[in-house]
């Protein structure tokens, strides 16, 4: 195999892992975004009843659950920022091989007049 055959494999490989980092930070970015609206709103709840002046009895499984809601948004915050570095690490990675391949295969490229360029040596009859 050649070391343009080697270098499109491995950015092929390399895009289908920035996509699968790329969904999993998307669908992390709304789990986190609802976990904080749930966090959000207890400690309102919290605070309006402070502004009531009602005598707020906090019972201990609601203390259980507003302490679990904010370890869930901890975890999905650990767990986003992981994705972000792994979504990261591929770009970086894509940037590598477009710079030496000259194109990422499998990405089609708009030109000025509207036409697309194909991703791939092959695509563009650069190969057999």
Known sequence: MSEKADLEKKAVGTLQRYREAYARAEALEQE???????VFTR???????????????VR???VA??????CRLTEIRIALSEATAELDSA?????????????????????????YVGGSA??????P
């Open 91 to 115: 770009f970086r990675t894509l940037a590598a091989l477009d710079e030496q391949l000259g194109y990422i295969p499998g990405v089609s490229v708009a030109k000025p007049n509207g036409s």
């Open 32 to 38: 986190a975004a609802a976990a904080r609206q749930d």
């Open 60 to 62: 201990p499984e609601i």
């Open 43 to 57: 400690l309102n709840r919290l605070e309006i009843a402070k502004a009531k002046e009602v005598a707020v009895r």
């Open 65 to 70: 659950a507003d302490q679990a809601a904010i």
């Open 122 to 127: 092959e695509e563009n009859g650069e190969l």
